[in-house]
């Protein structure tokens, strides 16, 4: 595979780290974007011990795409790959919160992704075309939570973007699919200083009663090799498409 040049947003920690760390071991140069640049600079350090290329961006997805996209092109000449990662969760109760602070979640997730899309396939076809973009959604995409309308909105729009955008970029040889993950061990899954995955009623109806046939959590890793494999290209009849990566949750139905 010849090398690329990825960017991976909200690659500061979770499943965004570990793509940039895939990616990277995989020979690519990566901009490892978050809106913490200590955390960003972290994550390229261990990526250039391990021997891969690496650059570190303090960006916010909602205002800094284009930035991205420069600093990709100006330290390495080129833009194959965006990794659309970067999310925030925080529970909002939909007859209370205040609108500005439910849609921060929209502009974050499905804004940040499109701004970001935009000025990628932007780069890719002045290239000459083709690249990769690779949506990162949500099994709450497609299912009702309590106090998480803004979130499972913003996922679900996400997913759209994706159809959307794999018919109008095919011309230009621009492939872009999603990963909807399930329960992933990440900084996420803290909420009010609670990992969900250690609680009881996780562990008895998740684990215990197999609601998730796996009985466990993801590893940030095993979702970032579903999108290492897409962020590729190798699957070159492959686009619009995004693939649940969630241990069997979602059949148990």
């Not at 972290?42 to 600093?71: K, P, Y």
Request: hydrophobic share 45%; net charge negative; aromatic share 6%.
């Amino acid at each position: 595979m010849p090398t690329q040049t990825a960017i991976v947003t909200g690659a500061g920690s979770g499943i965004g780290r570990a793509c940039a760390h895939q990616l990277a071991a995989k020979g690519h140069a990566v901009v490892v974007a978050d809106i913490n640049e200590a955390a960003a600079r972290s994550v390229v350090a261990e990526i250039v011990q391990a021997g891969g290329r690496a650059t570190a961006l303090q960006a916010d997805v909602r205002h800094d795409a284009q930035r991205m996209v420069d600093a990709a092109v100006q330290t390495y000449g080129a833009l194959d790959i965006l990794v659309n990662n970067a999310g925030i969760f925080y529970p909002a109760d939909f007859l209370t919160t205040p609108f500005e602070d439910w849609h921060r979640a929209v502009d974050v997730m499905f804004y940040g992704a499109t701004k970001c899309s935009r000025a990628a396939a932007q780069q890719m076809v002045a290239q000459g075309g083709g690249g990769q973009i690779v949506n990162i959604s949500s099994v709450n995409a497609f299912l009702g939570a309590p106090l998480s309308s803004h979130y499972n909105t913003a996922k679900g729009a996400i997913d759209q973007l994706t159809r959307c955008l794999a018919v109008e970029l095919a011309p230009h040889r621009i492939l872009v699919n999603g990963v909807a993950p399930g329960f992933v061990e990440t900084p996420m899954a803290v909420v009010d200083g609670v990992n969900e995955h250690s609680t009881q009623d996780f562990k008895q109806f998740y684990v215990q009663r197999r609601r998730i046939p796996l009985a466990r959590p993801a590893e940030p890793d095993e979702i970032a090799t579903v999108v290492t494999f897409l962020a590729e290209g190798t699957a070159t009849y492959l686009t619009g498409h995004t693939i649940v990566v969630d241990g069997g949750l979602t059949v148990t139905f």
